[in-house]
């Protein structure tokens, strides 16, 4: 009662009124500090990963180097990779239409020209070279020992004629006809039961044992972990040896750290990691 009391005395008085008002002000200014706040929070925190982070979009057959490339890049500068990887002329296709990134590496010199000349890239630098191979599955069941084995009615997959390794196929394969002689690439094109894959999904289906042979990168074979034989092509009419082009998008938000990885990736230490994948030097 006595309680009751003094808190009727104490409402008469105004006293809890002007304490209860005078609470209501301090919530409102500490939500108000609150709601100012949460914009320079968002702010600060989408500036940092623009500045700490880039996107590289690279050659499919880039993949197992440049995941390793990125990590070590990682680890050696705190600055976050994000890859996204697939056949050259996609990812061409992707950036005329919009896509972000700060990096492209290509492996076919036209893509990356035709991106210069749009505006698209500024310039670019050759950076690795790569050598086309003959692969069957390890057993080999078809019993193919030297490229000429293809005439016979083998079950041949190569990638198709969109992507840069289709393109260095048939290359190669029409080199290979002042070798065998004429008709020798028409014959062998005739034995293809699959060409609308890039140069994974041809590695794939000769590990799967769905192909007797296939065309991929020596990169490639090395990736597949002893899965395959490795049939090597005649230098002096199928070799042939693609470079690959890296630079930086004119549109990247992170034109420093992107200069860097280029860096990074032309580096004693990127070319060591290329070679480990079966790249070679560039010449």
């Known amino acids: 009662m006595k309680i009751r009391a003094n808190t009727e005395k104490a409402w008469k008085s105004g006293r809890i009124v002007h304490q209860r008002g005078y609470t209501n002000h301090i919530m409102k200014?500490?939500?108000?500090?609150?709601?100012?706040?949460?914009?320079?929070?968002?702010?600060?925190?989408?500036?940092?990963?623009?500045?700490?982070?880039?996107?590289?979009?690279?050659?499919?057959s880039l993949t197992e180097a440049f995941q390793e490339?990125?990590?070590?890049?990682?680890?050696?500068?705190?600055?976050?990779?994000?890859?996204?990887?697939?056949?050259s002329n996609t990812l061409a296709i992707d950036i005329e239409h919009g896509a972000y990134a700060d990096v492209y590496a290509s492996a076919d010199k036209k893509y990356m020209t035709a991106l210069i000349k749009q505006g698209y890239v500024n310039k670019s630098v050759a950076f690795t070279r790569n050598k086309l191979v003959l692969v069957?599955?390890?057993?080999?069941?078809?019993?193919?020992?030297?490229?000429?084995?293809?005439?016979?009615?083998?079950?041949?997959v190569i990638a198709n004629r969109g992507v840069p390794v289709g393109i260095y196929t048939r290359k190669a394969l029409l080199n290979l006809d002042s070798i065998y002689g004429n008709g020798f690439s028409n014959q062998v094109?005739?034995?293809?039961?699959?060409?609308?894959?890039?140069?994974?999904?041809?590695?794939?289906?000769?590990?799967?044992?769905?192909?007797?042979?296939?065309f991929v990168y020596s990169s490639d074979a090395v990736t597949?972990?002893?899965?395959?034989?490795?049939?090597?092509?005649?230098?002096?009419?199928?070799?042939?040896?693609?470079?690959?082009?890296?630079?930086?998008?004119?549109?990247?938000?992170?034109?420093?750290?992107?200069?860097?990885?280029?860096?990074?990736?032309?580096?004693?230490e990127g070319k060591k990691i290329l070679k480990k994948y079966g790249f070679e030097a560039e010449k």
């Open 29 to 60: 200014a500490l939500i108000i500090l609150t709601l100012l706040s949460i914009p320079l929070l968002t702010s600060g925190c989408t500036t940092n990963n623009k500045e700490d982070s880039i996107t590289v979009l690279a050659a499919a």
């Open 69 to 87: 490339l990125s990590h070590d890049f990682e680890a050696k500068y705190h600055i976050k990779v994000e890859p996204d990887f697939a056949g």
């Open 136 to 156: 069957v599955p390890k057993a080999n069941p078809a019993n193919i020992t030297s490229v000429t084995d293809l005439r016979r009615n083998v079950k041949l």
């Open 189 to 214: 094109l005739s034995h293809v039961v699959s060409d609308g894959i890039d140069v994974k999904g041809v590695l794939t289906k000769v590990v799967m044992d769905e192909a007797d042979a296939g």
């Open 224 to 268: 597949a972990n002893g899965k395959v034989k490795v049939i090597e092509l005649p230098e002096n009419g199928g070799g042939v040896f693609p470079k690959y082009y890296i630079g930086i998008l004119t549109g990247s938000k992170n034109k420093k750290d992107a200069k860097k990885f280029i860096n990074f990736v032309l580096s004693p």
